[in-house]
Each structure stands twice: as C-alpha cells, then as structure tokens.
C-alpha cells in the first residue's frame, strides 16, 4: 500500500573524506568540482551525537570537534572559504567568543546547524574531573556524542592531568552508562527486519539493557573505513567475500563498517551490520555485546590491524594471524631480526627518533634512502632523499619524530625491479597466488605502479627463489591467512622490501586474473585451518596444483595488467609525477593474450588511450636520456614522428634519430605550451625528479592535464606503451571476450 514507508527515528550524517596532503600544491578549497576520494557515515539518535560519531570515523586522529590553534585571521578566512578543515573552524570560532549570528555571516551555513555546534562547544565547559562521579552529567555528554577520549582530552586540558580513554569507559562503566543498541527498521514495523542493522547511542535516561540473542557460531569482520589514498575499496571486496566464505560454513557473520558507499554495507551482506565508527571505544563496546566466536581484523587494511594487539589484551578471539605475529611484521627492529635469522635478503634499514639520529644512520647507510614515518598505509609522507640537505630538510616539514613515532630509513635500491606476491598460508603450507612485476622502476609506490600478471622479464630459476623465499617467510612468520610480499631485484639478487600479513590492495586483481578468490579461501583457512579443503572449495575452474611442496595456480594463456587511476584532473595545481607517496585512487585492469594488447587496454580503461598517429613530444631526466635513442626508433618505426626540448634533442641528433626541436617553456616562443595548445602533439613522455617540479616540467605536465593528452611520467612506462601502440593501429586491443572464456582457457 501506500502508506508503507521507512520509520526514521535516528539522524544521518555523511561527511567527505579528503587527501589534499598527498598533493602539495594542489587548491585546497572547494567547490563545483568533486574533490573528496571517500565518505563516512554516522547514524545517532541526534544531530548532536550523529556529527560527532561521523567525526570520530573520518580516519584523521579526530575523536570529535577537536580544538585549533589559529590566530583571528586565518579562523575567519577558514570559515569564509570552504575547506577540508572548516567543519572544525566552526567550533573553534564559539570557543573564541564569535556568536553564532556572526559564524552565519562568514559563513553562510544555516543557523540550525551552527547553533548544535555551538550547544556541543558550550557544554564542553562542563566537562572536568567532576564528571566521572556525576551519572546524570556523564550520561548527557555521552547523548551528545562525546567520545571516551574526547572526554579525557577535555579533563587533561583543565585539570592538568593524564587519563586515557580507558580511564573514562572503567568510569563509565562504574555508573552503569554503556552504549545502547538501536535498529534501523527496514521494514517499518510492517514486518519483521531480517537482517538486524544497528547503530549505537546513549539514551538521556537508562533502559533496561538488550542482550542480543546467542544463535549457533558467528565472526565479526573488521572493516576498512573510508576510501582514501592507499586504503580503498579493495579492501571492502574482501570484507565482502569473506562474509560470503563464512555464510558457506554455516557461520553467522557481523560487519562493522562506517562507510556508506561499500558493499559490505548493505544491510543484506551479511547477518548483522553495526553502522560504527572504527575507533576502540565502540569495536569494544560491540565486542563486549556479540561475544563472536572469531574476530577477522585483517581484511580492513591498517584501519582494524592497530587494533590487533588491545582487541588480544581485552579477550577478543583474533582468527587468523595472531596479534603477536602482526605485531612482529610491523614492528622494523622485531622483523629485522627476523628476516635475518631465516637469511632473507633485505636493502640496509635502521630507525630514529632524532634528526642527529637520521643523519647519522642515513650516512652510515649510504645515500639515496627512502625515508617515511613507522606505521603508515600508502606511502603517507615516504620520499626518497640523495643528500643530508635534503633528509634535513624532510625532517623538519615532514614528520614530527619522538621515541613513540620514529621515521625509517631504507637504503634505496635504484632502477631495481619490483615484485608484488600474494600468497594464502595455513600455518603448514602455502598457496601463492600470484608473482607480479611491477611496469614501473623502484621508487614508485607499489599502488601507482602498473603490473604484469604472470611475470614476463624474470627467469625460471628467479620465480623458484621468489617462492621458496614467500614459502619461508609465511611459514616462520606463523602467517595463516593472507599475507603480501614486496620483493625487489637488485643486480641480480631478490630483497625482500615489505611484508603485510594481511589482506593488500592486489587481492582482487589476483582473484580475477587467476579465478581462484583469495579472500573467500583464506577466510576458510582463518577458520578451519586447511588451506588444501578451502582452495578445493573454491577451485572452480581446476586450476591449482601442486609444485613440489608449494601449491599456486597453473599458467594462463592470458596475460593481465593493472593500471592505477590518478586524481590530478580534479586537483589544479598538483604535480602529476609519480613517486613514493601513493597518489591513485582506484584502478583498471586489461586482459588479452598478450602484454601489448593488455597493456593498451589497460589504458584505455584509464583515459590515457594511446594514439594511433602524430607527434610524439620527448623530455627526459638526466638519468633517463641514454634510452632516448632506441625509444625514439621504436616510435619513428611505427610511424610516429618526434619532437624533443634541447638536452633530449641533442642525444637523439647525436645518435643520428631525426626529431623535431622545440623550446621549452621559459626559452621563448613558440615553445611547447604552444604546440600542446594547438593540438600538434599526440603523445607526452617526460620523465622527471621532484626537483625539477618547479621548473618547465611541472608546466608542461599541467598542460598535458589540460588539454587531455595521453601522457607517461617513468620510462618504463614509456617504454611498455611503445611495444603496445601498434596494437592500438591494428586495433588488436580492441578484441573482447569474457573473463570465463580467458579463465577456461589455460
């Protein structure tokens, strides 16, 4: 009938996940255009709780409307122009004494909604030591949406004092205010709601508690949280398939997530949903309440992993990788000693917690060094430094270093090749999934570079070393369950670079080029402990076996590539170079028989379609111009013809290649800004260095943005796309078939 409609007795807020710290220089204000790579959610019984909830879930160390320190000015500016931050301007305006008539005048924003902010900031007042002993009062604070932590940095700041988060839920618990338990109603009373999809909240006066209902075994799957740079919805496909392994078991699942644009989120995905902030406080409440048979933190990327070792310590039954063994993969001095111990090669390391400390390991370590914070996902704040003016540099306006946060330095392994591998372990055997050879040189990070499935430059007796060393790790590790290796080959030796024993951004990718779903078998491993019945399980198209004493998939008869997806369109003024910091936002993969048609699609899948004619417009680094020659044949023989800038130019004259010359931007006119703008060039390759970002380089790769030309920044890359243009002329890449036909192919 008609009158059928949703009962909404709860309050929604969305706010936009954003990255504008991976682009420096990029326009940080907002506007028409999108900018935002992600979005959280957060459902409470007011507007008051729901906003701080959604706060507390965006993933930026928030755990509510935390306080500035900003001079008048730059507050009124920030307010004035819409930013990732302004939402926090707001507050901190109230608590310098600005009206809410006046923050509407700035602003624009609707009075209603400034004048809840500024309610929350007003009762912030009331909160110091005395609270703790105060039901009613602590009660109101919770119904507002003040988490534990945000309680006791408000304690701290008034009263000088060091509680933690812990401290506020042991007082909590003493006058018996815990969260509480609402459903969304589906059905809107009319029926029965199948699938429970709850949310939390404290309610002004105490009702009686809710047990829920102890029906057969179930897990609780730990998501992933917001999309965003180096944490994306790669994640969420295994939090997906991994409630699909357990429904298959017989296992009821519960899905924890916050963030409405997943699939995991679906209130039909698995049996119980609990719409939450992925902080300690509500993973333990929910924790407490459901008593799983099994907690699955490994599937979520870092987001659930910080959680391993006090999910362990409050008595959560973590399956799969223990606690104690991620903590040894994450800990750089721990897996040191351990890497060393089953003599694994891996480039020179150390830690510090100092700049005197740095400069001195980094000396002893010899110089280039990747240097990035402990404790990151996506390359957050990772460069690579060739001299002490730059690592001091870096020290200073990168990280904030201190015993508890200490940077690490890796000796960097120039044009090194590097490998991604994938494997499923159960503690007795392993299953590799998938060796992939990343297109890129070492030094891009891993979820910018393009890869090969199956591997295609590395010989036999490589691909035994690289399983025997994955075979080794897995098993001493005491990995069970999904684990990552980035290996890198270095004149002639594989190192071992990183070890992630847990669910990476490539699991989807294997899944699909291989037909054998990685998540759903290492959720059965995690939960039955037989990796030879989970994979039996799932082999749909028979195509593992057995190789010696190492199980993997047998070789296809296609060929896949996975291509990143940048951003840089929608950020005027971000620099398009690649480098150790994460930059792409998803990804595109490309399967055919053969590298150059897969590649080619590949990407034509990501709007960088290669061209068919034209002027091909060449600028390469110092370090790079040695291939100028044979790229520039490659692309001559195919009928292209070449235009280069002067250092370019004069290595290509030199080895008699004929090309066009052409003025870079600041040499005159007319100059390459012309040429881009009169639609003369097809195709850009130019490679760089951050150094060069200020200069002509940058300049001409915002043009390149600008007009929508195909474009490569690595040589590699270069170099890949020119043994597929031919593809794109014969119009081999354009050839379909589905993925059933290729995985019945092998």
Known sequence: PASFEPVIDYIVTKIPRFTFEKFPGSNPYLGTAM????????????????IQKALCSLERDLCGFNSLSLEKNALVYGIRNANERRILYLAQAFRDGFSVAEVHEFSKIDPWFLEQIYEIVKFEDKIDMDILNNEELLREAKSMGFSDKMIAVLINEKDDLELSQNDIYFARQKLGIEL????????????????????????????????????????????????????????DYCCVHASYALRDLGIKTIMYNCNPETV??????????????????????????????????????????????????????????????????????????FINKIGVLQPK???ATSLEEALQKAANIGYPVLVRPSYVLGGRAMRRVHNESELKEYMSEAVKVSNHSPVLLDKFLQDAKELDVDAICDGKEVYIGAIMEHIEEAGIHSGDSAC?????????????????????????????????????????????????????????????????????????????????????????????????????????????????????????????????????????????????????????AASNTLPSKG?????????????????????????FSIVATGGTHKILSEAGVEAEFVYKISEGRPNVEDRLKNGDIALVINTSDTKSSVDDGKKIRQNVLRFKIPYFTTIRAALAAAKSLSTVQTGKALEVKSLQEYLNQR
């Open 35 to 50: 900018k935002s790579v992600g979005e959280v959610m957060a459902i409470g019984r007011t507007f008051k709780e729901s």
């Open 180 to 235: 509480e338990y609402n459903e969304v109603d589906t059905c809107a009373g009319e029926f029965k709601a199948l699938t429970p999809y709850l949310y939390s909240t404290t309610n002004i006066t105490k009702f009686p508690k809710k047990e829920p209902v102890k029906d057969g075994k179930k897990v609780m799957i730990i998501g992933g949280g917001p999309n965003r740079i180096g944490q994306g919805i790669e994640f």
């Open 264 to 337: 995991s989120t679906d209130y039909d995905t698995s049996d119980i949903l609990y719409f939450e902030p992925i902080d300690f406080e509500h993973v333990r409440s929910v924790i407490e309440r459901e008593k799983p048979d099994g907690v699955i933190v490994h599937f979520g990327g870092q987001t659930p992993l910080k959680f391993a070792k006090r999910l362990s310590v409050i008595g959560a039954k973590i399956i799969g990788t223990t606690a104690r063994v991620i903590d040894v993969a994450e800990d750089r001095k721990k897996f040191s000693e």
């Open 349 to 351: 390391n150390d830690t």
């Open 452 to 604: 090969i499935l199956p591997p295609m430059s590395l010989s036999d007796e490589m691909i035994k070393k690289v399983e025997k060393q994955t075979r080794d790790i897995a098993l001493n590790l005491g990995v069970v369950g999904l684990m990552n290796i980035q290996f890198a080959i270095y004149e002639n030796e594989l190192y071992m670079i990183e070890v992630n024993p847990r669910a990476s951004r490539t699991v989807p990718f294997v899944s699909k080029a291989t037909g054998v779903p990685m998540a759903k078998v290492a959720t059965r491993v995690m939960w039955q402990g037989n990796l030879r019945e989970a994979l039996k399980f799932y082999d749909d198209y028979k195509v593992v076996y057995e190789d010696g004493d190492i199980l993997k998939p047998r070789v296809s008869s296609h060929v896949c590539v996975k291509e990143c997806v940048l951003p840089f369109n929608k950020l005027s003024g971000a620099d398009l170079i690649l480098g150790p910091e994460m930059k792409s936002t998803g990804e595109v993969m490309g399967i055919s028989h053969d590298f150059a048609s897969s590649f080619a699609k590949s990407q034509i």
């Open 615 to 639: 002027r091909v417009f060449l600028t390469l680094a110092d370090a790079d111009k040695s291939y100028a020659p044979d790229l520039a044949k490659e692309l001559i023989a195919l009928g």
